[in-house]
């Protein structure tokens, strides 16, 4: 027996299909967002840019996101959940706290130097203060932002925790040490990018050096690790 369709089902059918589409369109420029941030960074990637290559015009892009801040916020998204599966596989063989811990910053590193306009795309939303991502940023993106942070912090706090367990560590707060070393891996990477150090040769004499990605690898790792088991 057919089943007759009334206006609320057509009604309904039209919002479902305008909202797959509404879905669609922004998956394509937040996809666009992404290749043009891995292709040309971070600064040289302009909404008119990304409004070209999904082939709209730049007003389009804005009646998607509530900004420039917001977009960025949902391509960076992309990039933790990114993340979040690369330190999963890094830390499932390894066995002690402090084993997952060094393999969890190793591959945070690794990370970041393979895909720099990561690096350069957390750093600009961390500029901002909370009162103004929350001006900037509808809910629903703060909370996707929020989601996918806490999905790759949430791997590294177990981590500690378990070292806590185990008498490996001594933390006290276990999420704020996670916090900590996600927004200094952050800045080294940074410096890791640079590939220079500034020193004082003698008063008043600064001089330049070389420092390399391993370099800053291996310490981001053996500092985690000090800040870990002495205690904080």
Do not use: W
Not at 166 to 175: I, L, S
């Amino acid at each position: 027996m057919a089943t007759l369709e009334t206006p609320r089902d057509r009604g309904d059918g039209r919002r479902s299909a305008a909202a797959s589409r509404r879905r669609q369109r922004e998956k394509e420029i937040i996809d666009a967002t992404r290749q043009l941030f891995d292709e040309r960074g971070v600064r040289d990637a302009q909404i008119e840019d990304i409004a070209q290559a999904v082939g709209i015009n730049r007003a389009i892009v804005y009646r998607h996101f509530t900004g420039k801040e917001e977009l960025f916020a949902l391509t960076l998204v992309g990039y933790l959940e990114e993340l979040r599966g690369v330190l999963a596989e890094a830390i499932a063989s390894e066995g002690s706290a402090r084993d997952r811990m060094r393999a969890i910053v190793e591959a945070f590193v690794d990370y970041g130097i393979e895909h720099p306009a990561f690096v350069d795309c957390a750093q600009t939303l961390m500029r901002r203060t909370g009162p103004e991502l929350l001006e900037e940023i509808s809910e629903s993106a703060m909370f996707r932002l929020g989601r996918g942070i806490t999905g790759c912090l949430t791997l590294l706090t177990e981590a500690i925790e378990a070292g806590v367990e185990a008498g490996d560590f001594k933390v006290a707060d276990p999420r704020l040490l996670a916090n900590t070393l996600y927004a200094s891996g952050l800045g080294a990477l940074q410096l890791a990018r640079v590939g220079i150090l500034v020193m004082e040769a003698a008063p008043g004499m600064p001089v330049i050096d070389e420092i390399s990605p391993d370099q800053v690898k291996h310490y981001l790792v053996t500092s985690a690790l000090a800040v870990a088991t002495q205690g904080v």
